[in-house]
């Protein structure tokens, strides 16, 4: 497992289909040391807090092995490190052995796996294309999140330990299957309650679930925060 490369960008206005968006998705490599923080890289900050970032959210993580799908699907032999807005660029954590709540070392830095990447319409403006939000999705190919448990530095070329496996073992796969599940028992939704580590926007989201799986509430639940048209994002 390595850290290929570390990818920053501060936010800028850009407009798409008639409406203009801060956005911080257009993500550059950097070289040498990065400072790592509780809530970003240095030099890179979200264009839209109330709907990106936070604790849960500080390090988008995505893997360099999906890159070649993506060339082969949207016909681009020029996506080059941090097409996909994400800050760390890496090999060897596949979204089907990565659990929420796993521990990683990277660099001096330590982080904790919180949720899968859901994509927005920031994605689609990315490569102006409104359906991939929902192809990306679908993929399966959709990253994860890290929340930093203890600052450092990080840097390309870094070895990646994963220093503790979260119990459950619920991986990030299962919970972007779980998320798209709507028939989800409720044995799924307690199982991924239980991981302590998960985010909050998507334990709130669970949480309704399971309410409503037990008759005590609206059934109703995508983590809140963020801005998809559920309609237009719909799997198929």
């Not at 330990?161 to 459950?168: L, V």
């Not at 709507?182 to 909050?200: D, H, I, S």
């Amino acid at each position: 497992m390595r850290l290929l490369s570390v990818n920053v960008a501060e936010p800028r206005e850009v407009s798409f289909r008639g409406r203009t968006y801060p956005t911080a998705i257009f993500k550059e490599p950097v070289a040498g040391r990065v400072r790592v923080g509780r809530l970003n890289l240095a030099g890179d900050r979200q264009g839209n807090p109330r709907t990106h970032g936070g604790p849960d959210m500080a390090v988008y993580v995505y893997g360099h092995e999906h890159y070649d799908h993506w060339r082969r699907e949207l016909g681009r032999a020029d996506l080059a490190f941090g097409a996909f807005g994400e800050n760390l660029t890496v090999e060897g954590l596949p979204e089907d052995e990565v659990a929420i709540g796993d521990v990683f070392r990277v660099g001096t830095a330590r982080f904790q796996v919180t949720e899968p990447r859901m994509p927005c319409h920031k994605l689609a403006m990315r490569f102006d294309d409104p359906d991939l939000p929902r192809r990306f999705a679908a993929s399966g190919r959709v990253g994860f999140y890290f929340r930093v448990l203890a600052e450092g530095t990080v840097g390309a070329g870094d070895g990646i330990a994963r220093e503790a496996r979260d119990p459950a073992g619920f991986t990030v796969a299962e919970a972007l299957a779980l998320w798209a599940d709507r028939g989800a028992g409720e044995a799924a939704l307690a199982r991924a309650l239980g991981v302590e580590a998960l985010a909050a926007s998507w334990r709130a989201s669970f949480e309704r679930r399971l309410a409503a799986a037990r008759g005590r509430g609206d059934p109703a639940g995508r983590p809140d925060r963020q801005e998809w048209d559920r309609e237009r994002l719909a799997w198929s």
